[in-house]
């Protein structure tokens, strides 16, 4: 009896309270840096558009700026996806950085945010990453998580009038421990203006804003788990040596790159069903519809990931899933 309860209560603990972070039936669409296979990452105009192409979420990647903004790029680094090596006003702050990521230490040369003062972040264009996609809108400004929520909070108080599910924000960390050592307290930055918007627990976010929190590095989100009952997700980028009982009581789910959910021959792996037994969630990362030969190859891709085993989907393309994850 007694173990029963044990057991019961700690399944209680990983299956977040949050409604808003299970669909039923299909995985949750989660716009890797918004649409960004039409529109430059991170831009406002990208998080439109992949809400408007059905996205469940949005997924701004944070860095703090000079003058303690959290602004939304995915890199330290400006400069591959803005033009900011073209501006001459800015040439005086480039540098050489070494930095440290879940990965390990990274040196580069380059323009780094922290760097930057809000102000100037404001006047470069931001670029779009990947040759091959269009490069004819690389026009859009580079925006803050506070301009991103504001926008969001905006569009779900129309949502609400008509009786639509909210969109949500999906909003990662980047290099946490680096940051907080240079003096930048990332977490408490973040918590600090989800309180400010009235979304830093699951109560307010379920009806202003839906928000998960997630994280390549587990310490931070331990961290956070101690502040805020919000939807916690670890992501996981190494195929090897993962220990599932070391991320299983602290989050919510895992986001796993898509090689943890395939074994030989694209069967399943056993991961999917590993983490569902401790009632973790299951959001792997990324497609990439362009990196796929064709229309038919991504429906079959689709099929592959035997989608509706998995909870989320990262994309970069939200209206080939929401198509497909509707049409089928
Ligand atoms: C950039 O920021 C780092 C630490 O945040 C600092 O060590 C470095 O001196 C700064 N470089 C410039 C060019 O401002
Ligand atoms: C910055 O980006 C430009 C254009 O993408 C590239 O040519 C240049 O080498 C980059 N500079 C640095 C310092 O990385
Ligand atoms: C780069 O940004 C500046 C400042 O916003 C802008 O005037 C310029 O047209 C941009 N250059 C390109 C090539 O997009």
Not at 23 to 49: D, F, N, S, W
Not at 50 to 62: N, V
Request: overall charge negative; glycine content about 6%.
């Amino acid at each position: 009896m007694l173990l029963v309860l044990l057991l019961f209560t700690q399944g209680l603990a990983k299956r977040s309270p949050a409604t808003y972070f299970y669909k039923e039936g299909k995985p949750l669409i989660i716009a890797h840096r918004g649409a960004c296979g039409y529109i430059p990452e991170h831009t406002m105009q990208a998080y439109q558009v992949a809400a408007y192409m059905g996205a469940d979420f949005i997924e701004p990647d944070l860095v703090p700026t000079k003058d303690g903004y959290l602004l939304i790029n995915h890199d330290a680094n400006l400069n591959d996806t803005s033009n900011v090596s073209e501006l001459p006003e800015f040439q005086h702050l480039k540098t050489t950085l070494t930095y440290s990521t879940f990965a390990g230490k990274v040196t580069e040369t380059g323009w780094f945010a922290q760097n930057f003062t809000l102000e100037q972040v404001k006047k470069l264009d931001a670029k779009q990453r990947i040759p091959k996609r269009p490069q004819s809108l690389n026009v859009f400004k580079k925006i803050t998580i506070e301009e991103a929520l504001d926008w969001v909070i905006t569009e779900n108080q129309k949502r609400t009038a008509i009786n639509k599910p909210l969109l949500g924000a999906y909003i990662e960390l980047k290099n946490p421990e680096y940051f907080n050592s240079a003096g930048f307290p990332v977490e408490d930055m973040l918590l600090k203006v989800l309180k400010q918007k009235g979304i830093s627990d699951i109560k307010g976010a379920s009806a202003k804003c839906p928000v998960v929190l997630q994280c390549f590095e587990l310490q931070s989100l331990k961290y956070l788990s101690t502040q805020t009952d919000l939807p916690l997700t670890f992501l996981m980028k190494s195929v090897l040596n993962y220990d599932i009982n070391e991320y299983k009581d602290a989050v919510n789910a895992l986001g796993p790159n898509f090689g943890f959910i395939f074994g030989e021959n694209g069967a399943s792996s056993g991961f999917v069903e590993e983490a569902h037994e401790l009632e973790l969630a299951v959001h792997p990362w990324v497609v990439r519809d362009d990196f796929i030969n064709s229309e038919a190859e991504v429906e079959s891709y689709y099929m592959k990931l035997n989608y509706e085993q998995l909870d989320g989907v990262f994309t970069e393309f939200p209206d080939s899933a929401y198509h497909f994850f509707n049409l089928y």
